[in-house]
């Protein structure tokens, strides 16, 4: 198996990309394993930060490593949160908050206006000095909601409405959305990708 370290402390993303990678021949493990400080997310998109998460990652350990950079977008905020997704609220905001600071920025805007979609980035690198990162993009369509529904998911899911499912993201199962999201979707791609790799 090729040991890939992930670029993230965020343990819901952790989840999702064991699940996605778990049979592809490929050991992911967190990059806590290894170091404790993150990197510095200075980038002012999602493939900025994708290359700066992975090849700090790859510095610290001399593995291979894979980075997701992702957030929503919301069209009635002029792409806000977008990269700040994350840290919306505050630096060490939780999703309880960030989720109320979007439902507070929307109070006024009608359900037609609410559209918004999910992106993810990721980017591989087989060393720090990779000059040319395996990059793939995945976009995921829906509504904020005015309330939200599910306990599933992370991040904004109780509020990302999907409407192919008429349903809230964190309503959805691990599998459905695992087929479906922003992430799922860049993953399928990336393993197309990585699949030349295993036997080299």
């Known amino acids: 198996m090729k040991k890939i370290v992930l670029a993230s402390g965020n343990k819901g993303k952790l989840r999702e990309f064991q699940d996605l990678l778990s049979g592809c021949g490929f050991d992911v493990v967190p990059q806590s394993d290894f170091f404790s400080e993150n990197a510095e997310e200075t980038g002012l998109t999602f493939v900025e930060n994708a290359i700066l998460k992975a090849r700090y990652a790859c510095a610290q350990t001399g593995l291979p490593a894979l980075a997701d950079d992702s957030g929503i ?45 999910y992106h993810a980035v990721l980017a591989f690198m087989r060393h720090a000095e990779d000059p040319t990162p395996i990059l793939c993009h995945g976009v995921w369509e829906g509504v904020i909601l005015s309330e939200p529904r599910g306990v599933g998911g992370f991040g904004y899911d109780p509020l990302f409405f999907v409407p192919t499912h008429n349903c809230a993201s964190a309503e959805l199962s691990k599998d459905e959305k695992n087929c479906i999201s922003h992430r799922g979707k860049a993953m399928q791609e990336l393993l197309q990708k990585l699949s030349t790799l295993v036997n080299k």
Do not use: M, W
């Not at 994350?86 to 109070?107: F, H, T, V």
């Open 73 to 117: 977008e919301v069209d009635a905020l002029n792409g806000r949160p977008g990269i700040y997704s994350a840290r919306y609220a505050g630096i060490d905001a939780n999703d309880e908050q960030n989720n109320q600071k979007l439902l507070l920025e929307l109070s006024n805007v009608p359900a037609v206006q609410r559209t918004a979609r």
